[in-house]
């Protein structure tokens, strides 16, 4: 005799005598439900309960009442990730400064004493760039940071590719790095909410040393301002100088003649010949704002 796999075998049994008393098959192998079992009768002087009457199918009665499931807790919606951090500075997005937002034409002209700005001063030796730069960052009304290209060209020590002793692919390498380096302080800064002023000799008619690396690594925004006094005033600026920061009265008239070139460029051009720094810091604020209303294309 076989039975199912998997169920338990009856107990066996003596010939002549049936299944063992207190095994059931039922017990045993699972079937169909057999309904409910039948009621006690009602004690005496108690009223008798209508029956409901069994379901059709068995198992498809109404289900006994189950409190409703308690709500989900809410989840919070998971946090952005923290921005790249350095000490409690955030970092810089790596997306360029972009233009200054235009005022509506009802506003009054803004005020560039007190806008985030990134500004890029050009200008041959002894033009005044360094000098006008530090005081129209020590004068604003908001922090501004000033970043010289020469002073970052010199944190090299051993190894300072001079350009006055020849421009090279080495002066050139130290140039670009430096230019890199100024930069990503400027945005650095930017991000932080500190105004900085950037200068630089700029050349119009050298890619290599042009205004298309600082724009790209600034950034659209940046607003570049010529300074441009006449050759005297450079000369006799660039006599005042000593160490290497000093040129030869021909490199100083080659570069100041390179330089005109910027005129008829769009860029605004200062002429500070007749002007101290406060005066030109002062006029610099004056460009600046209508460069912030009205952006040059460059």
Same mark, same amino acid.
């Given at each position: 005799?076989?039975?199912?796999?998997?169920?338990?075998?009856?107990?066996?049994?003596?010939?002549?005598?049936?299944?063992?008393?207190?095994?059931?098959?039922?017990?045993?192998?699972?079937?169909?439900?057999?309904?409910?079992?039948? @009621?006690?009768?009602?004690?005496?002087?108690?009223?008798?309960?209508?029956?409901?009457?069994?379901?059709?199918?068995?198992?498809?009665?109404?289900?006994?009442?189950?409190?409703?499931?308690?709500?989900?807790?809410?989840?919070?919606?998971?946090?952005?990730?923290?921005?790249?951090?350095?000490?409690?500075?955030?970092?810089?997005?790596?997306?360029?400064?972009?233009?200054?937002?235009?005022?509506?034409?009802?506003?009054?002209?803004?005020?560039?004493?007190?806008?985030?700005?990134?500004?890029?001063?050009?200008?041959?030796?002894?033009?005044?760039?360094?000098?006008?730069?530090?005081?129209?960052?020590?004068?604003?009304?908001?922090?501004?940071?000033?970043?010289?290209?020469?002073?970052?060209?010199?944190?090299?020590?051993?190894?300072?590719?001079?350009?006055?002793?020849?421009?090279?692919?080495?002066?050139?390498?130290?140039?670009?790095?430096?230019?890199?380096?100024?930069?990503?302080?400027?945005?650095?800064?930017?991000?932080?909410?500190?105004?900085?002023?950037?200068?630089?000799?700029?050349?119009?008619?050298?890619?290599?040393?042009?205004?298309?690396?600082?724009?790209?690594?600034?950034?659209?925004?940046?607003?570049?301002?010529?300074? @441009?006094?006449?050759?005297?005033?450079?000369?006799?600026?660039?006599?005042?100088?000593?160490?290497?920061?000093?040129?030869?009265?021909?490199?100083?008239?080659?570069?100041?003649?390179?330089?005109?070139?910027?005129?008829?460029?769009?860029?605004?051009?200062?002429?500070?010949?007749?002007?101290?720094?406060?005066?030109?810091?002062?006029?610099?604020?004056?460009? @600046?704002?209508?460069?912030?209303?009205?952006?040059?294309?460059?």
């Amino acid at each position: 005799m076989q039975h199912p796999v998997g169920s338990p075998l009856p107990p066996p049994h003596q010939p002549g005598h049936g299944p063992a008393l207190g095994w059931s098959p039922a017990a045993h192998h699972p079937g169909p439900p057999q309904g409910p079992a039948p @009621l006690p009768p009602p004690a005496p002087g108690y009223p008798v309960a209508p029956r409901q009457a069994p379901s059709p199918h068995p198992g498809s009665g109404p289900a006994p009442h189950q409190p409703p499931p308690a709500p989900a807790p809410h989840q919070p919606a998971p946090a952005a990730p923290a921005p790249d951090t350095t000490g409690h500075v955030p970092l810089p997005p790596g997306g360029p400064v972009a233009v200054p937002s235009v005022p509506p034409a009802t506003a009054a002209a803004p005020d560039p004493t007190t806008t985030t700005l990134a500004v890029l001063l050009i200008g041959p030796a002894g033009a005044g760039k360094t000098s006008v730069a530090k005081y129209w960052a020590d004068h604003r009304r908001v922090p501004t940071a000033h970043i010289s290209l020469d002073d970052v060209r010199e944190w090299v020590r051993s190894g300072f590719a001079d350009p006055q002793t020849g421009w090279n692919e080495h002066s050139e390498a130290q140039y670009r790095l430096a230019r890199r380096t100024c930069g990503f302080s400027a945005r650095n800064f930017l991000a932080n909410g500190i105004s900085c002023i950037l200068d630089d000799a700029v050349f119009p008619d050298r890619p290599v040393v042009g205004l298309g690396g600082w724009k790209r690594h600034v950034g659209p925004g940046l607003l570049p301002v010529v300074l @441009l006094p006449g050759l005297d005033i450079v000369l006799e600026r660039n006599a005042e100088r000593s160490g290497n920061r000093r040129l030869t009265d021909e490199e100083v008239a080659r570069i100041h003649g390179r330089m005109a070139g910027w005129y008829g460029s769009g860029l605004p051009i200062i002429d500070n010949s007749q002007l101290d720094i406060p005066e030109t810091a002062h006029l610099l604020d004056e460009v @600046l704002s209508r460069s912030i209303a009205s952006p040059p294309n460059w």
